[in-house]
Structure formats: C-alpha cells, structure tokens
C-alpha cells in the first residue's frame, strides 16, 4: 500500500544539524520531494530528488537517498529558529498525485 | 516562487450555508489539486484537474465539488456545511508537463464550521 512515515516531532538546539528521517513505500517513485509548512500557512517546495540520485545538496539542505531501504532523509545545517517548521516528504507513486508523509514539527532551542 | 492564491485564508461559518473557495494561478499551469488537512497535519488529495472541463475525485472522499472552467481557476464548493467540514483546505498546482511535475501550494483556506 501508499504509506509514508515520518516521525513526528524533532528538537535541536540553534547552529545544531537537523536530520529528518522519512520512508517511503513505492519503489517506482521516480521523485521525492520535501515541502515546509509555517503556522498557518501552505506547503513551501524546498527541494526534491530523482530516484536514480544518492544524493543533493543545495545550501544549507543535504537529501539523501536510499532507494534499497527506501529511506530519505533532509539534513539542515546550522539550523536557526527560522526553520522551525513542520517538514513534509512527499513520494509520487503514480504521475498525477503525491504521496504525503505525517509531517515532522522541527522545534529550534535558542 | 510560484504565483498560486486563494481566498478567504479564514472563513467561519454556521451550518447548512453554501461556501465557495477560491483558488487562482498565474502560472499557466493545466494541473490543478485540492487537499484537505486535518488536525493531524496529514494531506489527503480529494480533488484534482488535469485541465479545462477535467475534475476528478481524489483519494479522500468529500462531499465538496470543484469545477474547471478556466485554466487558471478551480473553485471548491459546499453546497451546505457542516462542523465535520472544518479543516485546512489547500490549493495546488503542477505544470502537467516535463518530468518532475512539482506541485506549488497556496498558502491554504481555514475553514470553521460552527
């Protein structure tokens, strides 16, 4: 079946790394993507990968793939209270619809 | 960024009247989704347009109804609501073309239904 986990709440510290951890169902998903979600507002693209990539980096946001234990994961790097957030994965088993996981809230500790 | 609205952001409402939500892009995009979240923060797709005159149910069953008169426009309508309505409606939209297809969100409608 579609079913993707997150866990659901994430703790750092201010300048600590972030890593969100999410499983995904559908080896044919040929993307995965990570949105973010502020208090009251839609979901923001942050960044997605290609199946066939290991893994991205783009900034502060490192994904990476492992498509034999369909695992993905968002790393943030020197993370600020500004990316305190709920993070959303998304797979896309088939070509119309989006897969989304729980969500995980990303607390930031000054 | 993308160019995806949608008004109201919050509407609070009794039960039984006739709601219409709006979403609007400028993107020229011919996909089109609505999703609904609820207080466990999880999105269910209940409505999707692949284009003009094109609607779809979604995975989450709903007693709303869209329509796709405009590429550019995908209401959302509730003939009569009630407090089970209540939820976080958003709105999305994908190019229907090239590879990766990535879906833009509008900042969502709050719906409470009293």
């Known amino acids: 079946g579609e079913d993707v986990e997150q866990s659901l709440f994430l703790s750092v510290r201010e300048g600590d790394s972030s890593v969100i951890n999410c499983t995904y169902t559908d080896s044919s998903s040929t993307y995965l993507y990570w949105y973010k979600q502020e208090p009251g507002a839609g979901l923001q693209l942050l960044t997605y990968i290609f199946s066939n990539m290991d893994m991205k980096q783009d900034q502060r946001l490192t994904v990476l793939l492992n498509k034999k234990d369909k695992h993905l994961s968002l790393r943030i790097a020197d993370t600020q209270t500004g990316d305190s957030a709920i993070y959303f994965c998304?797979?896309?088993?088939?070509?119309?619809?989006?897969?989304f996981g729980q969500g995980t809230e990303l607390s930031v500790k000054p | 960024e993308a160019d995806i609205y949608q008004t109201p952001r919050y509407l609070v409402i009794g039960t039984g009247k006739k709601i219409t939500l709006e979403c609007s892009q400028t993107m020229g995009h011919d996909k089109m989704y609505w999703y609904q979240q609820d207080p466990g923060m999880e999105l269910h797709l209940i409505h999707y347009s692949y284009g003009v005159n094109s609607t779809e149910k979604g995975d989450l069953s709903s007693e709303s109804t869209v329509s796709r008169i405009r590429t550019e426009h995908f209401p959302l309508t509730l003939e009569s609501a009630r407090p089970s309505h209540t939820s976080q409606y958003l709105c999305?939209?994908?190019?229907?073309?090239?590879?990766?297809?990535?879906?833009?969100f509008g900042p969502g409608t709050r719906l409470t239904v009293l």
């Open positions: 999305a939209s994908s190019p229907g073309q090239g590879s990766t297809d990535t879906q833009y």
């Open positions: 998304a797979e896309t088993p088939l070509v119309r619809k989006l897969i």
